[in-house]
């Protein structure tokens, strides 16, 4: 069975940086691409940031976050990271890690089948 887990959230001021973390279990982790999406209050859930299998040298961003996001992932740990900087208060949601599945464009939610519980992520002004 395949668990996603992410940490790493917290408050923080604008202009602040966060890394979030994201581990998974019971899948051949560096055979799936990975992405981070996020959910703000009374919004829908949002594509944030994609990184591709094996040594993820391909990562897609949403133009919102573009050069101040980072994905990145660690196969040896099963963890994919997001690295984020000069954070704004309209970065605050809760954060989502998400294992992609069989099909689907990278930046809808349909195209992951495995998602962790969430983390959140708070910017003050």
């Known amino acids: 069975q395949v668990h996603v887990a992410e940490s790493g959230g917290g408050l923080v001021q604008a202009g602040g940086s966060l890394r979030l973390s994201c581990t998974v279990s019971?899948?051949?982790?560096?055979?799936?691409?990975m992405a981070w999406f996020r959910q703000a209050p009374l919004k829908e859930r949002e594509f944030v940031a994609r990184i591709s299998t094996g040594n993820g040298v391909i990562t897609h961003y949403a133009d919102s976050v573009k050069g101040r996001f980072t994905i990145s992932r660690d196969n040896a740990k099963n963890t994919v990271f997001l690295q984020m900087n000069n954070l704004a208060p309209e970065d605050t949601a809760v954060y989502y890690c998400?294992?992609?599945?069989?099909?689907?464009?990278?930046?809808?939610?349909?195209?992951?089948?495995?998602w962790g519980q969430g983390t959140q992520v708070t910017v003050s002004s």
């Open positions: 019971g899948s051949t982790f560096i055979m799936y691409g």
């Open positions: 998400a294992q992609a599945g069989g099909g689907g464009r990278y930046m809808h939610a349909e195209a992951y089948d495995y």
